[in-house]
């Protein structure tokens, strides 16, 4: 690295800094107050900003600019347009102007709506979100200007991740600034923020492209265990290889001069898998940066011919990917809401936002799974790993224990560790944050001055946990505004409250083992849900309850929820369509054949020998080519099996029914399909096998 670290940090950002060097004063005071205050933003001074911006991009080599967005679809979407514009003496300029910067429409008839809009109405907008700053981007086309952006329909529907989060964001900084003032603080914002940490896989590319299955699912639909796996642990915080450690190196460069605070890199406890976390930011741009360290992740590992494995179970009995979604509340006066603080006055309020988020996952645990659902996640979910499909919180043995003293008596009078507290009710334990242990295995932890979501899928967008996150702990403190702000006597009342709060809500409190069958009895006597798939998942989306609670804070209309519920259908319909297909494909054309290539081989050996040497012993041939016979014919079986369902799936119109139809018909099926394949796998020459093994790839990078 030639440059500094310090001066290399942000360099491709059109940030704070940039901007106060950049624009006048008038034009940064007023974005500044657009950005701070939510106000709206004056045209002119858009065109301001349009100019400044276009001559900082052109001098660091941009020759496009493009809107950046977040379709359904999950990756980001852009279109790049170039600045230069034709002048009467046939030569051009190079130009950018505020509408430019304010407005796209692109083409967009060809991302998800979910019925929001028909082809023929493709008008789609894409709207500056000026709270998130503009980047450029360099790859093999040149340098672009990518400005984030919102995207929605003509009659202003979202169809991205980013608007919902932003209004999510909106509704949660009302709500619990109300809560602020209530106990004196001259609070003028809240905001969430977030912290992602993303797990990924890197193999070598050369074995990534000679298997369809990751090329075009993401993950192995077929392979047989390796006979080392990751139970020696060995591979968790583990020395990081040369190449590996190359490609983290240019990645932090590249995050870095994006203005992404990669900050943590190990290895994970899969063979192969890795871990970046950033330092925690805003919700909203946390959510973009999270975009950019997926995207620049791709990129990069090409570059040092390794491949980016993003999804969620890339191989079956090793560990899968995911990302946990640490998150908090802070104000414009930079304190920490679920700091549980010093004073027993703030620890007071500390508990009333703590019992807010317990009661807003115990409310909607099912709309937190949904916004963790992709077809991925499936595997992970009710799987046999990290985090259980059912919801819970950990809160840590000190914490609970305060919390049931409350419910017990009404008073918190010690903690657990030994310290006395000072007065009743109105006092917490100044918790240290390593009071309590880590609990790797649950769903929604307390870890020390945030929450840490850990269900979040590894290859979507965090924009739908967060907004999810944002609107349900909004929706209990409205409630809880609503109910202090009429009351007579404050304290009476905010203690009264956090007791009821803490005593109807305690179920949703698990600090046990998460992985255990025991947690499944005890968490369906408690009347927990247990979403165990997508396709089950997604009804929670359209409930009334939910659409009501949306409506209320104006996240989603009934129309947008429905749409979505649309599009999570289509999307896992068309995942499992292009699996099943992609399985199909592959045993037809790579597996069966290699394998009959091998039962000759050893038919031919038999003959041999029998002519050669008549009563040679023979039965381990014979008895091989009988067992993988009849394991080819078992494939061939199911092969046909799942080329009749998947035709069958085709014919369904409604597309709830088919994505059910899918999960239920389709998926078992693949896996009788691969069961005898990847038997095969153990018994075939190598030679002839195919494609690479999990061996190859989980372990020779
Ligand atoms: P772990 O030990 O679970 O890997 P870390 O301490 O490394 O956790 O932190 C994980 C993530 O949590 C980081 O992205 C970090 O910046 C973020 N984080 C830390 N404090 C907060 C907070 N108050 N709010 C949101 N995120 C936070
Ligand atoms: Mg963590």
Redesign the pocket.
Known sequence: MSEKLTDLFAIDVFNEATMLERLPKKTYAALKKTIQNGEDLDPSVAEVVANAMKDWAIERGATHYSHWFQPMTGITAEKHDSFINPTSDGKIIMEFSGKELIKGEPDASSFPSGGLRATFEARGYTAWDCTSPAFLREDAAGVTLCIPTAFCSYTGEALDMKTPLLRSMEALSTQATRICKLFGHDVKKVSP?????QEYFLIDKAKYLQRDDLIFSGRTLFGAMPPKGQELDDHYFGCIKERVACFMKELNVELWKLGVTA??QHNEAAPAQH?L????ATANIATDHNQLVMECMKRIANRHNLACLLHEKPFAGVNGSGK?D???M?TDTGK?L??PGKTPHENIQFLLFLSAVLKAVDLHADLLRVSAANPGNDHRLGGYEAPPAIISVYLGTQLEDVILQLIETGEAKSSKDGGKLNVGVHTLPELKKDATD?NRTSPFAF????F?FRMVASSMSIGPANTTLNTIVADVLSEMADELEAATDFDLAVHDLIKKTLTEHQRIVFNGNGYSQEWVEEAERRGLPNIRSMVEAIPALVTEKAIKMFEKHHVFSAVELHSRAEIMYETYAKAINIEARTMISMASVQYIPAVIKYTKRLADSINAIKEAVPDADISVQTSLLKEISSLLAAAQTALKKLQKLVSEASSINEIDKMAIFYRNNVFPAMAELREPIDALEVLVDKDLWPVPTYGEMLFEV
Do not use: C, F, M
């Not at 976390?277 to 925690?280: D, R």
């Open positions: 923020s977030v912290g992602p940490e900050k943590t871990e976390a950033p330092i925690y946990h640490n998150w908090s802070v920490n679920l700091d880590r870890t020390g001055n945030k840490e």
